[in-house]
């Protein structure tokens, strides 16, 4: 079984400056997905970054950056130039290859200080 | 185009009673899946849907049941409602595996 852990339940960070939210996962599969959700108040769940776990590049878009250690297990998430929107919980979760059934950790809120 | 769109938006039950809860895919998307989200925790898979089969089912009892329609719409059904089953319950369509999973904005179910 796959095990998602976020070990900061809240984080600040003034506007426009830089934040990482860490997430750790345990898994016994080689080949799996890795992704940062967002919810803001609205409840969506909405995409902000995906990783390939046979890629050795971490992904990028726009503000927003992935540090992945596959040895360590580790898939951190980088917010640059913060905006107030950006404010809202951050949802690390894994699927295996091959699967539809996404596991989530237990979330990060992320409050942004004008 | 539509995203995943879910019904209600809000929901209040009493214990005991029996709930259906609707969804409807990205058109194009053959799977959905269904997630509960407790206040304060991350998603728990209930069950995944592909073409009308269940392919995947979470650690719930068998009070929660679901199917899938030929046009990929999807319920999810919870009997016997308990107070712990108050949560926002989430919808979520693919296009495959692998593949990003869109979501709902979900049905808040409150059991009273």
């Known amino acids: 079984a796959q095990t998602v852990t976020q070990s900061q339940p809240e984080m600040s960070v003034q506007e426009a400056e830089t934040v990482t939210l860490s997430c750790t996962y345990d898994?016994?599969?080689?080949?799996?997905?890795l992704f940062w959700y967002k919810q803001p108040p609205s409840r969506q769940m909405i995409l902000v970054i995906r990783?390939?776990?046979?890629?050795?590049q971490n992904a990028t878009e726009n503000r927003f950056s992935v540090n992945f250690q596959k040895a360590a297990k580790s898939f951190s998430l980088k917010i640059s130039d913060s905006q107030l929107g950006d404010a809202a919980m951050y949802f690390c979760?894994?699927?295996?290859?091959?699967?539809?059934?996404?596991?989530f950790g237990k979330g990060t809120k992320l409050s942004v200080i004008p | 185009d539509a995203g995943v769109t879910q019904s209600p938006t809000h929901l209040i039950k009493t214990r005991g009673q029996q709930v259906t809860l609707r969804c409807s895919p990205i058109?194009?998307?053959?799977?959905v899946s269904w997630y509960q989200q407790v206040l304060g925790q991350g998603p728990q898979f209930i069950f995944q849907?592909?073409?009308?089969?269940?392919?995947g089912r979470g650690n719930f009892p068998d009070r929660f049941s679901a199917r899938q329609f030929p046009n990929y719409s999807s319920e999810l059904n919870v009997n016997a409602l308990l107070l712990g089953d108050s949560a926002l319950y989430l919808c979520?369509?693919?296009?495959?595996?692998?593949?990003?999973?869109?979501f709902g904005q979900g049905t808040r179910l409150t059991v009273v």
């Open positions: 990783q390939e776990a046979y890629k050795q």
């Open positions: 979760a894994h699927v295996r290859a091959g699967s539809y059934q996404l596991t």
């Open positions: 898994t016994s599969e080689s080949d799996y997905y």
């Open positions: 849907y592909y073409e009308k089969e269940e392919r």
């Open positions: 979520a369509s693919s296009l495959d595996t692998n593949t990003e999973a869109f």
């Open positions: 058109s194009g998307h053959k799977s």
